[in-house]
């Protein structure tokens, strides 16, 4: 929620008193992540399965040998830029549940961006050309995407739930008439609806030679720094949590409410977009039909998860990702199936969400202050 | 009656009608392609309608439910296994196992129900999140039991699909369904019937009845009802649960009436339209169904298409229009909620949980 040394006033003296705000924010969230897998691991009994069998295959899977980690931080990837995009949002103080088709409008635009450009161009970009201006579309359209619930929000009040979503089947159906139609992979042997592949040179490469983990992995982290410094030390980032926490306020001091409305849902849209864009031109090579189901829902539980923290985030995708990745060498070692994790990951956003539950089961009394996430239809 | 709302809404099914009129009418007859356009469009709007209403109930008595989705896929799942459990392993008939999903579906939207009011009302964790935790749970629970019961050997199905009951059985309204060409519009199954049925009962309940005007009082101004003796906290859990019963039966129309199977995500985000319905019906029944047509005109006109495939040679401008005139829901909703079409107004309490 926030981080220790905004929380110790300076009175505070021992290092025990120092360190406990750190201890209680992330206790909440541990103790949700635990007691999901407990319920979790009584599902699996339930329904026939080894419990313990099953969490030493999913911490194999996702940890066990190097090319399971590298997997992991695959899969971790476009959960941090998807999970920052909804928590940037959340500190502005607007649910974006359409994260899902910003990525896909992103993913859309990076790889026409990549495989069209060199034709229209008639020369082939360098990489150093033309990466950049692959995922800076990319995110560019993510953005884009985002701004227009943004503007609708901040100018008419129509509520950004409903808009994000309206815009998630907007994207959906267009991606699925672009894929079938003007962008479609025209090598005769393609029997799916999906783009061709990108330029060579507007692929980010690996991080080693033989894993498929990416330099993509690497700048999630360092966006995430980057919207950690944004919301916290500069001052777009100060208008952004005070039209967050209180539009009322921020409008007496002088803050653009409205400009800082429609901003905020750009920059998350950027991110979201950013998600969509490493996983075509980092992984995937091309955009495909249905490649992201879940990408938006996943998000939120991480945003939620990690308390809307960037660093609570980082942490949370990786927990995500090691879930799902690890998630098929347990269906692999105990035949449960990998759905499971899809039951687990729910429940520790209700456990997180509902924290009173957790705050009663283990007797943690209620501290922080509470920060609003979203407020109703009316404004 | 917002009357300017509803002549928008009509202006926009004829648009969509009209577009499949113009395609189709060197190969039909336009009165055939209307009559079948206007019995799918009633037909798949079903779900909508009574994921609106879910909607209409919650959110009169204050509470945001984005949850309509998951009680939707759930109630679809759980409706669907307990008729084929019942056909399949106790023996019972296929017309009693169907009637034993639905109220399986029914029951498993009321339980769902009683999770959002826990979460929201008791807990008071905020409304959206509890809704969205309901939607990631549902897609986790079908997933996980769908694969687990009839994909793996050791299960009681022993890793088959067993054959379905079937669907439920159309009804013909007497003397209507019997008007030749336009009958086909009264010829529909029961849970459709049930949804045009329920939204002129909670049009009653919601404004002739006590029950209504107490669900209404405490999702306008709960302080206030507390304070004439209306037990608030009491009012929000019976009305969503009494929400999530009706969007279990909207979730048994997918598995018990429309096709006899289910699939992992088959609702398909019916439940989010739903909501956009109510919504686009400035949360009233009559609106939230008009509104809900308009959703299914557009998804009639999707399959209506399909027939016409022959008749406009390039396959493509076939698939431009349906794509296009499919966006046309959304980015209709997303004007409603501008308010161009008139003010929308959600009840004043709707999302604050109460605080004595």
Not at chain 1, 159 to 184: D, K, Q, W
Not at chain 1, 252 to 261: E, L, M, P, Q, S
Not at chain 1, 283 to 311: C, M
Not at chain 2, 9 to 33: D, E, K, R, T, Y
Request: with cysteine.
């Amino acid at each position: 929620m926030q981080s220790s040394e905004e929380r110790t006033s300076p009175q505070t003296k021992s290092i025990l008193r120092f360190l406990r705000p750190t201890l209680n924010a992330l206790g909440v969230p541990l103790l949700a992540v635990l007691t999901a897998m407990i319920v979790g691991g009584l599902i699996i009994a339930f329904a026939g399965g080894d419990p313990f069998m099953a969490y030493i295959g999913l911490f194999e899977g996702a940890f066990g040998t190097p090319k399971a980690l590298s997997e992991t931080a695959v899969w971790a990837s476009p959960y941090i830029f998807a999970g920052l995009a909804v928590a940037l949002a959340f500190r502005g103080g607007l649910f974006n549940i359409g994260a899902e088709g910003q990525l896909a409008f992103g993913a859309v635009m990076a790889a026409l961006i990549g495989y069209a450009l060199p034709g229209w161009l008639h020369i082939a970009l360098p990489a150093f050309i033309h990466i950049p201006l692959a995922v800076g579309f990319g995110a560019l359209a993510g953005a884009l995407w985002a701004a227009i619930p943004g503007a609708l929000k901040a100018y008419t009040g129509g509520h950004e739930v409903i808009n994000t979503i309206m815009m998630n089947y907007i994207a959906l159906n267009l991606t699925s008439f672009l894929l079938n139609g003007p962008m479609r992979d025209p090598n005769p042997l393609n029997v799916v609806a999906r783009t061709p592949v990108i330029a060579v040179n507007a692929r980010i490469p690996p991080l080693f030679e033989g894993f498929r983990v990416h330099w993509g992995f690497v700048l999630a982290l360092l966006v995430a720094g980057l919207v950690w410094w944004l919301l916290w030390k500069t001052t777009l980032g100060f208008e952004i949590r005070t039209v967050g926490a209180n539009p009322d306020a921020a409008k007496y001091a002088g803050i653009n409410v409205k400009r800082t409305i429609v901003l905020t849902m750009a920059l998350s849209g950027l991110l979201a977009g950013m998600a969509g864009t490493i996983e075509v031109t980092a992984l995937n090579y091309r955009h495909e039909l249905g490649f992201s189901t879940g990408y938006g829902f996943d998000a939120i539980a991480i945003a939620l998860l990690g308390k809307t923290h960037p660093l609570g985030v980082v942490l949370a995708a990786l927990l995500f990702a090691a879930m799902r990745n690890g998630g098929t060498r347990m269906q692999f070692l105990t035949q449960i199936p990998v759905d499971i994790i899809s039951v687990i990951q729910a429940l520790i956003l209700l456990f997180v969400a509902a924290d009173a539950i957790i705050r009663y089961i283990y007797r943690i009394r209620a501290r922080e202050e509470r920060v609003v996430l979203t407020r109703g239809w009316g404004g | 009656m917002d009357w300017r709302r509803f002549g928008f809404i009509a202006l926009i099914i004829s648009v969509l009608f009209g577009v499949v009129v113009l395609i189709g009418h060197v190969q039909i007859a336009p009165v055939i392609i209307v009559t079948s356009m206007l019995a799918t469009t009633i037909a798949v709007a079903s779900p909508l309608t009574l994921g609106a209403l879910c909607g209409v109930y919650c959110e009169r008595a204050g509470v945001v439910n984005i949850g309509i989705e998951g009680m939707m896929l759930s109630a679809a799942f759980f409706g669907w296994l307990a008729a084929i459990y019942m056909n399949t392993v106790f023996g019972i008939a296929p017309m009693p196992s169907l009637l034993g999903g639905v109220a399986a579906a029914i029951l498993t939207g009321g339980l769902l129900g009683l999770l959002h009011s826990v979460l929201s009302v008791t807990f008071k964790v905020d409304q959206i999140i509890g809704g969205t935790v309901i939607n990631i749970l549902a897609v986790g629970i079908t997933g996980f039991l769908n694969r687990q019961l009839f994909f793996e050997k050791g299960s009681i199905f022993g890793g088959n699909v067993p054959h379905a009951p079937g669907v439920l059985p159309r009804i013909q309204i007497p003397l209507l369904a019997d008007i030749p060409v336009v009958g086909r519009i009264f010829d529909q199954q029961p849970i459709t019937w049930a949804a045009i049925l329920l939204v002129l009962v909670t049009h009653y309940v919601l404004f002739y009845t006590r029950w209504g005007l107490r669900t209404r009082a405490v999702g306008e101004h709960p302080r206030a009802a507390d304070t004439v003796g209306i037990n608030v906290i009491r009012m929000r859990y019976a009305n969503v649960i009494l929400g999530g019963m009706l969007a279990g039966l909207g979730g048994a129309y997918f598995t018990l009436e429309s096709v006899p199977s289910f699939e992992p995500l088959m609702t398909n985000g019916r439940g989010f339209i739903a909501l956009a319905a109510m919504i686009f019906g400035n949360w009233t029944p009559f609106g939230a169904w008009a509104a809900a047509l308009v959703f299914g005109a557009a998804q009639a006109l999707q399959i209506n298409m399909q027939f016409f495939r022959e008749v406009i040679p390039p396959q493509l401008a076939i698939l431009q229009i349906s794509y296009v005139v499919g966006l046309a829901p959304y980015i209709l909703t997303m004007l409603i909620l501008t308010g161009i079409i008139g003010k929308n107004i959600p009840p004043a309490a709707d999302g604050q949980p109460y605080e004595k």
